[in-house]
Each structure stands twice: as C-alpha cells, then as structure tokens.
C-alpha cells in the first residue's frame, strides 16, 4: 500500500533528513522547503533519470541552462506580465488570502463565511531589481518557468548544432512563483525545479507529436516505480485550456491529499517563439501574436529548404516538477509492512535507480580492526562502480541499520561479521530491502554482484 496520508511522508521526510522546512528554526518560511542528506540524492536522480531519458538516449534533443535572472522583455513578449496570475480573494471575516478559483460555493476555505472581498487579479512572478540603482526601470523577475530561456535561445542553439525539425530542447531548474497558498507540503512551494522540453516539429504534425509525447512520458514515469493505476492523463477541455495552448494533457497523479498534477504536455503552437519574432509578416504564423510591436532581433524560426520559405515550428511541452515527481514516488514507495514476527517496518520501496543510498556497509562490530578495514576497504571498491552513493554505518547495532536502510530506501546492505574474517573464503552477508532475505556473498565476487545488482 502507498502511503495514504501527507503526515506519514512528513514525519518520514524529516525523521530521516530527505526534506525540511525551511528557515524552521525561525518559525519557517512559507513555501518553502529544504531538501537534506538523502533528499537531495533522490531528487539528483530522479534528476538524472530523466536527463538521461530525454537527452542522452535519445538522438532528437540537446540540452541547456540558462540564467534564472530573466530579461523583463522576455516575459514581457511571452504574455507573462500580462496574464500570469492568480484570481485572489480574501476573507472579511477571517482574513485569509484564498485563490479564488478554488472556493467552494462562493465560501471561505477557511472559516466559510460568504464575506469576500471582491476578486483581484494577482501577478505570480518575482520582481527584482538588477544592478545598483533602484530607478524603478531596472528589474527583472526569477523565471516562472524554465521555458522561457529555451524560446529565446531557439536561435543560438539551431545556428550552433544545426537541427532541423524534429529536435527539442530540455532545460532543468529552478523556477519561482509566488503562489497565493502554497501548500500540502512540497506538491504547491515558492520555488520549485522543473524538468521541461520544447520539442520543435513542422505544423500540422504537432498533434501526432502530443500523442506520442504522451505516451512516452506515461512510460517514463512508470520506470520511475508509479503504477498506472495511480496515474491519469486528462485532456484538458478546450475551454479551460492555458492561452497559448491548443490542447493539453495533464498528467495526474493520487498524491496523499487527493488526484493532482504531476505534469502538463502542451501543444503551444508557434505562440511563443512568434511572439519573440520580429518582422512577423515574412511568417507563416497563426494569429497568437499577442503584440505587434516585438522589439527583439531575433528570427525565431527555420527555413524551409523545399518549400523556399521561412516557417515557425510548433511547440510540443512536457513540463514536469521535480518536487512533484519527489513526492510521487515517495507517496508510491512508501509501505507500511506487518512481519511474521507481529512487528511492523516501514520500507520505502523506491526503484534502486532512486535510491539515496544505494548499498549500506555494515560493520558488525566497530571496534573490531580487521572487521572495519575489510568495511572500508569495501565501501572503497563499490564506489568504483560508479553506481551512487555507498555509505559506511559506524553504528554498531546491526538492527537499528537495517531498519534504518529500510525506511530510507537502501535497496541492500553488506555486513561485515566474524565469519568474514574467520572462515575460508572470506563471505559478506548480503540483506535484500524488499524480501529482508540474507544470504552470504564471498567477498571476491562482491562487485561483481552488486554491479549485476545495480544493472
Ligand atoms: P497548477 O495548476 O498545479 O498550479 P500549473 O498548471 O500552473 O500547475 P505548469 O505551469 O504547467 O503548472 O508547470 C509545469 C509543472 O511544474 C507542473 O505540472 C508542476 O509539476 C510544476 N509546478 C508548477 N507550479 C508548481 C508549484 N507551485 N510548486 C511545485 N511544482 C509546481
């Protein structure tokens, strides 16, 4: 069973340090959250797996990262100034601040008074100011999202590699906005990473390209340990669907506290790299050019060889959250076990690729000489493999690391004991997370074992 409420996450996530509040030693900072000594492997990996997904096997998509300090023009030109916001409400009575497109009956989520104040449109981005003075003019904003700086380097990346539609560009990182009531943990924070690609292809071909981008996103996240019967692609209904979007599907995923967006998959047409453009009217492009006036200098588009013309592709999205896909695969790891012996254990079954840690050494007695140089000498060796993180426990009690690996993840653990430096060969204890099954490895096969283990 998948964790079922948001407080067994919490209390795991901080009891083992994967997440904490930020600043809570001054009463916390609302929105946002730090991720600690294992919260910060598991979100590399799951980093890098999809990196690695989207880029290194595949032969269609180069990669960036951009500045997150964003050109006021550019979120200027891609309607953000002008539309990224929230409808805001707030309670007469009660003064809570809501979003007022989740209100149920026109009432306070807080204290259900009808009192409201009327709805104000509410911008999301960060403003800052850029350089020493503070005219008023020199500012720019933490970017919304990472997509922006992919557009603008739409150019530089063709002229530099020479890719023609289909191609696509994947960006990772932080991405801020000042949501009205962050909440639930990290599913809705302040600042947030997000794993995004623009992927180009010819008009007319984008809505083929949707499907399959569907597809393969499904399929991605089910490698990362979801079950499709916890997953739910929604295609939004036209009416609902973002400006620049000609059809989108959201991903969803039955996070503790209720069926949620993991991920959007846009098709966002040529908006945004027309409104970057200038001199439209060489284009071929649909009527999203929001403002006619584009003061960039860049030609944001390809020419077609054949056709003798120049064309602006469109834009397929698969925009996904770190901090969402975190809690994902948590709430889905998480497994509370009733053993043989009437105990209890929690295990966090995450796939090994995920995995913070990926072997534990367990030295049983630590002041036993000979017993801690062949733990250290083995920890040395597996990290040679290059499969992660291998960590050394000084703990001494054996019980309590096991129990420990288990709830953290750690898909096995190498005890060192008597029998390895006393018996002929000289053997490990290899404990599997998932079936607790021990079993004895002789110590000459034990990387080979474990890099057959990790592959
Ligand atoms: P929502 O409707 O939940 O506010 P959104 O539709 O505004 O999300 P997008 O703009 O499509 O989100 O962003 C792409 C992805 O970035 C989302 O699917 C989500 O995983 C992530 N994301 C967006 N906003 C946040 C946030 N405040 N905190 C954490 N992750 C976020």
Redesign the pocket.
Known sequence: MPATSMEQLVSLCKRRGFIFQNADIYGGFQGLYDFGPLGVELKNNLKAAWWRAMVYERDDVEGVDCAILTHRKVLHYSGHEDTFSDPMVDCKDCKCRMRADTLKDGKCSECGSTNLTEIRQFNLMFKTNVGPIDDGESFGYLRP?TAQAIFVNFKNVVDSTSRKVPFGIAQMGKSF?N?IT?RNF?????E?E?MELEFFVEPGTDLEWHEKWKEARLKWWQEQGLSMENIKPVAIPKEDLAHYSKATYDIYYKFPHGL?????IADRTDYDLANHSKNQSEFKISAHVHDKNVDSNSKLALYDEEKKEWFIPFVIEP???V??GVLAVLTEAYTEEKLENGNERIVLKLKKHLAPIKVAVIPLKRNNEQIMAIAHKIKKDLLKLGIGRVSLEDSGNIGKAYRRHDEVGTPICVTVDFETIEAEPASVTIRDRDTMRQHRVNLIDLPDYVKEFFS
């Open positions: 999202e906005r949501e962050p990290i599913f809705r924070v302040r947030f997000q949620e967006e993991l991920e959007g925009s996904a959250g901090e969402r």
